[in-house]
């Protein structure tokens, strides 16, 4: 639940600090006191959108700060979500949430003094709070909410996302086959142009670095008169001239070896040069037998020259060099394989898209199962529960329809449409149905669509019927807030219908804390903590205030909002009555850590 509220230098309030208790928190006050502002700076601890405009005139920063106590079933999972951006719930598993906006439009979150994203703040808000204001009421008008609404009551919200994930496989499977198929049709086409192209390639059988050897033979060939000229004219200056340097050589060893037995000084170079006639033999016996195996072959240098023109053609035709050419061919021999084992791949393909299908179908059949089985238990409770908010006359249908099994296989084709249609029409990630909420607000009155007849008023309490009719289910614990806050949930009603909602507000209280803005002395006298939201001028600034009222305080501003003013003796004993009168004396249903028996 929500333990605190701390905000400073939002819109026109300064500085202001509410501690929230357990059960049902009202808030009340003149109108344009502040009240919605209040809730509204409790969204921006939520993930709603921030803007520099919501900071106080004159001031560069605004904070908004919260301390919640999530629901004891929540604190393991929410624990795990935190350890994975950094964040450690604290000992008594109490969060501190805050949020700054500064006039550059920038905004840092902190969670238990970790920054965080706003995407993980947005992440959180399942946990701790959700809130319905006027436009959350028109929200019920929509399709997907009433589904949602029906999932949540059915606890099937887990089961849905199963479904989700066998649609996103399934489509999956069939986005595959269609391409497969797309290839299919191709296939006689790419087939012949691949076979050409791999022919092509294979007719002239290069390998990698071929082109080089050529080029080098081309070189040799083209000067082989030349290059046995100069090896045979290398080998004679070395070594078959009578003159040659080897021989050379050998009479100037032969004078060092004389000079070293009368001077030892001379002996290194002795060596040196040792070295050296040994490596000029070498030198010469490789040039002896150099010429073998080059010759003059005009013939030869032909066939060089061809080769390197079908190759050169090659490459200029794909771009790249040898060894490229020789990888499209293996890419080629590739893809052609493929296409020639398409048939196999089609029968493997039509097989997965076979079991993606049935394990979608055997999940959305379940996930209709639950919700016709939720649906009567819905609409009686409804039924029940709206004639305590001066509904007493109404018919509340919980209209279902699933596609026929006879438009299954045009259902199927027309399943990867827009995800977002509820037409019943075909299958979608939310299932095999849609689902409608049908009202009848007097007798005689056929039950027709929300959006056709709801008023504001009526889809307040509505709202809060199913809010009440979803507490009362032991699979709503799972899948609900610890808080949940209604801003001016009253709009367009007032009397008995006023009274009922009190009441009906007082009872959701018992399984979960309740925030509510309102207007109406027949709802504000059920609440367990009533804070008065005041507007006032200091120092020639407008700020708003928030007091906690006690008992006596309460019944001055009941008598405020039944009469206008808290003064009349007559409104005041009316005030009272109302506030000697709010027991429920209820059947509870269960409670929520921090909450205590009213």
Request: aromatic fraction near 4%; proline fraction near 2%.
């Amino acid at each position: 639940m929500l333990k605190s509220l701390n905000i400073s230098d939002f819109a026109v309030i300064s500085r202001l600090q509410i501690e929230f208790g357990s059960g049902l928190n009202l808030l009340t006050g003149e109108t344009g006191s502040g009240k919605s502002i209040i809730v509204d700076a409790l969204g921006l601890l939520l993930g709603n959108r921030a803007s520099p405009e919501q900071i106080r005139t004159g001031e560069e920063v605004a904070l908004v700060e919260g301390i919640f106590e999530p629901p004891l079933e929540k604190v393991k999972v929410l624990g795990e979500h935190l350890s994975e951006v950094g964040v450690q719930l604290d000992d008594d598993d109490e969060l501190l949430v805050r949020r700054e906006i500064n006039l550059r439009g920038r905004s840092r979150i902190f969670i238990n003094d970790q920054q965080v994203t706003i995407r993980t703040l947005r992440a959180l808000q399942p946990f701790l709070v959700e809130i319905h204001g006027q436009g959350e009421q028109r929200a019920l008008l929509s399709l997907q909410s009433q589904m949602d609404l029906l999932d949540s009551f059915a606890g099937s919200l887990a089961l849905r996302e199963r479904v989700m994930e066998a649609f996103s496989g399934w489509q999956s499977s069939k986005k595959a086959l269609r391409q497969l198929e797309q290839e299919l049709v191709n296939r006689e086409r790419d087939t012949e142009l691949l076979q050409f192209q791999l022919t092509e390639i294979e007719s002239v059988g290069p390998s990698a670095g071929e082109d080089e050897e050529l080029q080098a033979e081309r070189k040799l060939l083209a000067h082989a008169e030349r290059v046995l000229q100069l090896g045979a004219g290398a080998y004679e200056a070395l070594y078959e001239d009578d003159e040659s340097l080897l021989a050379r050589l050998s009479t100037i060893r032969r004078q060092l070896e004389e000079l070293a037995e009368i001077d030892k000084r001379v002996a290194p170079l002795l060596s040196t040069l040792e070295s050296g006639v040994v490596a000029l033999t070498d030198v010469s016996d490789a040039l002896r037998t150099y010429g073998t195996g080059i010759e003059v072959s005009p013939g030869r240098l032909a066939e060089v020259e061809n080769r390197l023109a079908v190759l050169d053609k090659l490459k200029h035709k794909y771009k790249t060099d040898l060894r490229g050419v020789v990888k499209i061919q293996d890419e080629l021999s590739e893809r052609l394989s493929g296409l020639t084992n398409l048939s196999a791949r089609e029968q493997s393909l039509r097989e997965s898209l076979r079991k993606a299908q049935a394990k979608y179908r055997e999940a959305a059949q379940l996930l209709t199962e639950k919700r016709r089985a939720a649906a009567p238990e819905l609409e009686r409770r409804m039924m029940a529960d709206l004639s305590h908010v001066a509904l007493e006359q109404a018919r509340f249908i919980v209209r279902i329809e699933t596609v026929k099994e006879e438009r299954e296989e045009a259902a199927v084709d027309a399943a990867e449409a827009d995800e977002q249609a509820f037409g019943g029409s075909f299958f979608t990630a939310r299932g095999a149905d849609s689902v409608e909420f049908l009202l009848s607000a007097n007798p005689g009155e056929t039950p027709r669509p929300l959006a056709r007849i709801a008023s504001g008023g009526e889809l307040s309490r509505l709202m809060l019927t199913l809010r009440t009719a979803a507490a009362a289910q032991p699979t709503a614990f799972e899948e609900t807030c610890g808080t949940v806050v209604f801003d001016e949930i009253d709009v367009g009603i007032g009397g008995r219908a006023a009274e009922a909602v009190g009441r009906r507000l007082k009872m959701l209280a018992q399984a979960r804390q309740v925030l509510c803005v309102t207007h109406q002395a027949q709802i504000a006298r059920f609440a367990d903590q009533h804070f008065v939201v005041e507007k006032a001028i200091e120092g020639g600034r407008t700020i708003t205030r928030a007091k906690k009222l006690s008992a006596d305080e309460r019944v001055g501003e009941l008598s405020r909002m039944i009469g206008g003013s808290e003064d009349l003796e007559t409104t005041r004993e009316t005030a009272r009555w109302l506030l000697a009168n709010a027991d429920l004396q209820p059947q509870r249903t269960g409670r929520r850590r921090g909450q205590t028996k009213s």
